[in-house]
């Protein structure tokens, strides 16, 4: 059975997920609440004010996601990082070495192109956010792509976006969308359960400290108060023990796009998928058009960008 006709799931995830090296109890481990977008939008904003996230399901046309896949791992081949000759709507990763420098110069012309653009401009996701926001959505141009190979160490640490964004207003939304399937196994994006309390809490504790701070340096994931990179943590189970919650998985399907709040704690968990596809997703920001803008998120993302 598809998991958009599923409404919970039971137990744990089939595969343990890891991080940096270790591994998440399964205890500790919980499931994303899917939602269909045909409840209306008042209960889509219930929940994602509830739980701090709405992990939308076939919100985009599946066809368009995957053809968009096979578009982006096709200009990407060309480093060595697809195997040859392999089907590229799958992305199965080359088992042997590729020339990383080239492919991290690709993804920046692709985050830049007119394609990617238009598939985060695309007419079922910005009308959506139209309503979502309730007036004219405003999408940063500072867009994120990311691929991750199976077997390698790679993982997003623990943290919440506003970390990133403190420039401008908090009202923002960001929208997380896999470029493919991508279940658990593959390290998909992992919520610590009810951690959108948390990190307004956290969020607080920063500002109170931080009257030492020039406002340059206030807005700054870098700076003196702020772990490394403005993490909050890189060890996962650790976290959820601390904090007395779970971390909640999910099996993305190509057209879900998952919504969270600024203050909401997420990572990834690293990249174990048996067939050795390629992870590919994008993380996007929108916001009121109205409200003030993070200035720094007017450009391009580029590798190194400090943010």
Request: net charge negative; hydrophobic share 40%; with cysteine.
């Amino acid at each position: 059975m598809s998991i958009a006709a599923e409404t919970t799931r039971a137990g744990t995830p089939e595969f343990p997920l890891t991080a940096h090296g270790k591994t998440l109890p399964a205890e500790r481990v919980g499931w994303l609440t899917p939602t269909d977008s045909a409840i209306g939008l008042d209960a889509i904003r219930r929940r994602y004010l509830d739980d701090g996230y709405v992990w939308l399901k076939g919100l985009l046309p599946r066809a368009n996601v995957i053809d968009f896949r096979r578009w982006v791992l096709e200009h990407l081949a060309m480093t060595g990082l697809v195997e040859p000759g392999s089907d590229l709507s799958l992305g199965i990763a080359s088992t042997t070495a590729f020339d990383r420098s080239l492919a991290d110069r690709r993804l920046m012309s692709l985050v830049r192109s007119a394609a990617y653009e238009g598939f985060c401009a695309q007419p079922s996701l910005t009308c959506f956010m139209d309503d979502f926001l309730q007036g004219i959505s405003y999408l940063h141009k500072r867009k994120i792509m990311r691929f991750v190979q199976p077997d390698t160490p790679t993982a997003t640490p623990a943290h919440y976006d506003l970390v990133y964004l403190r420039g401008g207003t908090s009202r923002l939304v960001t929208a997380w969308i896999p470029i493919g399937d991508i279940p658990t196994e593959m390290g998909g994006l992992v919520y610590l359960e009810g951690s959108h309390t948390l990190g307004i809490r956290m969020e607080a504790e920063f500002q109170a400290a931080s009257g030492d701070l020039s406002p340059q340096e206030r807005i700054s994931a870098y700076n003196r108060h702020m772990a490394e990179g403005g993490w909050i943590s890189k060890d996962l189970p650790d976290m959820a023990e601390r904090f007395d919650t779970r971390w909640l998985a999910a099996d993305y399907e190509a057209g879900d796009v998952v919504l969270h709040s600024p203050y909401m704690i997420h990572a990834s968990t690293a990249n174990q998928d048996r067939s050795r596809r390629l992870r590919l997703s994008t993380d996007i920001r929108y916001q009121n058009v109205d409200d003030e803008i993070d200035i720094r998120w007017s450009n391009h993302w580029s590798l190194g960008d400090m943010l």
